[in-house]
């Protein structure tokens, strides 16, 4: 790196290039001092400076290790510290310390196109990306039910890199990319209900399967993502919206109202109560890196919790403000309609007839909201 002032011999081992695909987005060493090469393709949620203060550089190293550690399963994951054993990587707590289990597999992800490489590093996006190398089903029993084995680290970077509690894993087939989801049977059954309830609207979502692994149900979705479109959490976009004086919740109600209040509604409808900030989010063009909508609706095995009143629990998507999931979900029907398409088949409840009730009783509620819907 030009005015660096490293060995040439010691270049790739103090310096970092961040790959936006085939693109050199910015380079950041170990001292913390950074060069930014394309602020339009930046991660929404890497924030550099090209200060060469001391502060500066701390803030730099600092939230390289962190963004790479986002890009990394937590502790919390089911099977994680079985995961991590696979590869002989240690349980890594700190930012740092996840952060170099991510840099050894280039930091690859399903969620988007960045990487990593060591500068001086010959290595392009077509020889790591996830999309164009076949993905390893040895692994899946690693992922889907603990079963510890030798692994590498490139192996299971699907996995290692996709978020959330449950037991998760990618599969490749012929027609794509699938993830299975297991946790319990109650949890498959939950998530497979919510999904036939919300097929019934109008609203952009990731439709789940049932399925089958092990001899034991799964449920199964469709890869949202692609080498076209990536995918950014609400809680990534925040930190880019903090660093650019902008409003989240304004920028989602103006680029995909119907994506942003129908959430609330289904979310409602299904009694969903984990619509965190990592669970929702944009869907952004690679080839300009921008969000052209939010990312269809995913992720209901946590549906049906909180659905013993017709209020239903906090709604967390419209935070900092407060209201409950029904007053979310009225004030959305006003503001987009209900959008609803057919009456879900009755026999998706099976034996809980406390939430076919419930279900019953907030449809109810929001039909009565239509006749004043905006537009």
């Not at 987005?25 to 394309?38: E, I, M, P």
């Not at 899946?140 to 890199?161: C, F, H, V, W, Y």
């Not at 013993?308 to 009225?330: F, W």
Request: glycine letters at 6%; proline letters at 4%; charged letters at 25%.
């Amino acid at each position: 790196m030009e005015g660096y002032g490293y060995p040439a011999q010691k270049k790739e081992k103090r310096c970092y290039e961040i790959m936006h695909a085939d693109r050199l987005v910015a380079r950041v060493d170990l001292a913390g001092k950074a060069q930014v090469l394309s602020w339009q393709y930046m991660p929404f949620d890497l924030y550099l400076e090209e200060e060469t203060d001391i502060d500066a550089r701390l803030n730099n190293l600092e939230n390289f290790y962190h963004w790479c550690a986002s890009r990394m399963l937590t502790l919390d994951r089911t099977y994680a510290k079985e995961i991590l054993n696979s590869i002989g990587a240690p349980q890594a707590v700190t930012d740092r310390e996840r952060a170099q289990v991510v840099l050894s597999y280039h930091a690859v992800s399903l969620t988007d196109v960045y990487w990593v490489r060591p500068m001086g590093e010959a290595c392009s996006f077509a020889a790591v990306n996830l999309y164009d190398n076949s993905l390893s089903k040895a692994v899946i029993p690693i992922s889907l039910r603990g079963k510890q084995m030798t692994a590498t680290n490139q192996e299971l970077a699907q996995d290692l890199s996709t978020a959330g509690c449950f037991p998760k894993a990618w599969i490749q087939e012929k027609d794509g990319f699938w993830l299975l989801k297991d946790g319990d049977a109650d949890a498959v059954q939950r998530e497979l209900a919510a999904s036939a309830i919300c097929r019934c609207f109008d609203i952009p979502q990731v439709e789940y399967e049932e399925a089958f692994y092990d001899g034991e149900p799964v449920t199964r979705s469709r890869l949202v993502t692609s080498r076209r479109y990536s995918l950014v959490t609400k809680m990534a976009f925040d930190i880019y919206a903090v660093n650019h004086d902008l409003n989240t919740l304004e920028i989602c109600k103006r680029l995909d109202p119907v994506g942003y209040y129908g959430m609330n509604i289904l979310d409602y409808l299904t009694g969903n109560t984990d619509r965190h900030p990592e669970n929702w989010g944009f869907l952004v063009d690679n080839e300009t890196n921008q969000a052209v909508s939010l990312y269809p609706l995913m992720d209901f095995n946590r549906a049906f919790f909180s659905y013993d009143t017709l209020e239903g629990a906090n709604c967390l998507t419209v935070l900092p403000a407060k209201q409950t999931q029904r007053e979310a979900a009225i004030e959305a029907v006003r503001r987009i309609g209900l959008r609803q398409k057919c009456e879900p088949d009755p026999s998706l409840f099976g034996v809980r007839g406390d939430w076919a009730e419930m279900f019953e009783r907030r449809l109810r509620e929001l039909k009565k909201q239509e006749s004043g819907t905006a537009f």
